[in-house]
């Protein structure tokens, strides 16, 4: 067994990682264990959850999901469980204890190692193959933003937001905001800062001096600082996303945001 470093000080996850590797030896079919995230790196904390990828024969596979449960009762005590659909992983298993430690358990073919890790950062915690160290070091996912698709319909959901905050409807309003922050506005900061998108996760590590406009982003139920808020994301979007239309040679839809903008301002 090969632990991650760091799990000296997150004894919960220590032991449920130690708990999960000896299990996992038992299942057939299995030929190792394998750590993604911030266990996998180093910066976990107290809050974080256990990414696990059980990787199996090919031929296998079947008969080891058979032992999928007893190899969540092998960690701890659930309280609740739940296939991953809305992170695009149906054969994903989220499982929460009664320590509040979370763990995605992922019983995933050898043949498919590669394309379901998508380069990222991972740690073998056991290994019967020199093929899953291979397949960990195996291309990436694109992860680069599709400049092209964010402004072709920025400024119209920016106009869709602004309309909301006009009529009045203000939790609607708040959505949109949220929606922009998290899939446009922090998905340009990983791409300017060089690090990999993922929604909001992390993203006070990487705001810096923006950190003030980005605070303006989330805003209280009030009319006049919800209309700062839109004008807040607008000033972000421009800050951050400009030069790198520039740079890609992307052009800007300036008809749509001479439109949009000259309202904003009225």
Same mark, same amino acid.
Do not use: Q
């Given at each position: 067994m090969h632990l991650p470093p760091g799990l000296d000080d997150l004894p919960l996850h220590k032991a449920k990682l130690e708990a999960a590797s000896e299990f996992t030896r038992t299942m057939p079919g299995v030929i190792g264990l394998v750590v993604s995230g911030s266990l996998a790196t180093g910066t976990a904390d107290a809050y974080s959850d256990l990414d696990l990828? #059980? $990787?199996?024969r090919d031929e %296998? !596979? &079947?008969? =080891? @999901?058979? !032992?999928?449960?007893? %190899? #969540?009762? @092998?960690c701890g005590v659930p309280v609740a469980r739940?296939? @991953?659909? !809305? $992170?695009? !992983?149906? &054969?994903? %298993?989220?499982v929460l204890y009664n320590d509040l430690v979370h763990i995605d358990f992922y019983l995933v073919r050898l043949g498919e190692l590669s =394309?379901?890790?998508? &380069? %990222? @950062?991972?740690w073998v915690t056991w290994s019967e193959e020199d093929d899953i160290p291979v397949a960990l070091s195996g291309p990436a996912d694109a992860t680069s933003v599709d400049l092209t698709w964010i402004e072709a319909r920025m400024w119209t959901w920016v106009w869709y937001t602004h309309s909301k905050i006009l009529r009045g409807e203000l939790y609607e309003a708040l959505d949109a905001l949220q929606y922009l922050r998290g899939n446009v506005l922090f998905a340009l900061l990983a791409e300017t800062s060089g690090v990999r998108p993922y929604g909001s996760r992390r993203a006070e590590q990487h705001v810096g001096e923006l950190g003030p406009v980005f605070a303006?982003? $989330?805003p209280a139920f009030e009319h006049d600082r919800v209309m700062d808020a839109l004008r807040a994301t607008v000033e972000l979007y421009l800050k951050l996303a400009d030069p790198l239309l520039e740079q890609r040679g992307v052009e800007k839809d300036e008809d749509a945001r001479a439109v949009v903008l000259a309202k904003l301002q009225e």
């Open positions: 990828k #059980i $990787v199996t %296998l !596979h &079947g008969e =080891a @999901a058979k !032992h999928r449960d007893g %190899l #969540i009762d @092998a739940f296939t @991953a659909e !809305h $992170v695009g !992983h149906p &054969g994903m %298993l989220i =394309a379901k890790n998508g &380069g %990222l @950062a991972s303006r982003t $989330v």
